[in-house]
């Protein structure tokens, strides 16, 4: 009887996990789990930018620069606005920013950008930037098949990175925004 009982709630647990939206997809011996989470409101200073995606490494470069100038150590956060399989590479639209305090003040040419308290789909992704971007339409998926709708924009948050960092190495929270 303990063994059956063991398994019923070994059963329920699963199942409650289910429910509570956690997925793990595992292919090709990559590994990583979707879930949902709020987040906390964030206030980041960012830098815009216009154009393939395969060109942020200047406004990282930029970025990067601005906040070593003003001894900003908070998360580097990417937000990318636009899908390129139906947007023009011409056309996207993105921002790299860096968390800040409350009451910062940004330098002429930067935005301050507060994202607010909000409900994600998020998985830690390891791996190049190049074959990270490839998990996002499953995700996008994932949100369809649990009767989610994405309600903003893809957001990164850059964990493990910089140039000392092999790409295999790398570390990303993806973020997407969602309503019930």
Request: glycine content about 10%; charged content about 25%; hydrophobic content about 40%.
């Amino acid at each position: 009887m303990n063994k059956l009982l063991r398994a019923g709630w070994l059963i329920l647990g699963i199942a409650v996990l289910i429910q509570l939206g956690c997925g793990k997809r595992v292919e090709e011996g990559r590994s990583y789990e979707i879930r949902l989470k709020t987040t906390e409101k964030m206030i980041l200073v960012c830098l815009e930018h216009t154009g393939s995606y395969d060109r942020m490494g200047e406004v990282f470069a930029r970025m990067g620069e601005y906040a070593a100038q003003k001894a900003l150590t908070g998360d580097v956060v990417g937000i990318y606005y636009d899908n390129p399989a139906q947007v023009p590479a011409e056309q996207l639209r993105s921002e790299i920013g860096i968390a800040v305090p409350q009451g910062t003040v940004p330098d002429s040419g930067y935005n301050l950008l507060e994202i607010p308290e909000q409900k994600v789909v998020y998985a830690i992704l390891r791996g190049p930037y190049g074959e990270i971007a490839k998990e996002y339409p499953y995700m996008m998926q994932w949100i369809e098949e649990k009767g989610y709708q994405a309600s903003g924009p893809l957001m990164e948050i850059y964990l493990e990175a910089g140039p000392d960092i092999p790409p295999e190495e790398l570390v990303t929270e993806v973020r997407i925004p969602i309503k019930e």
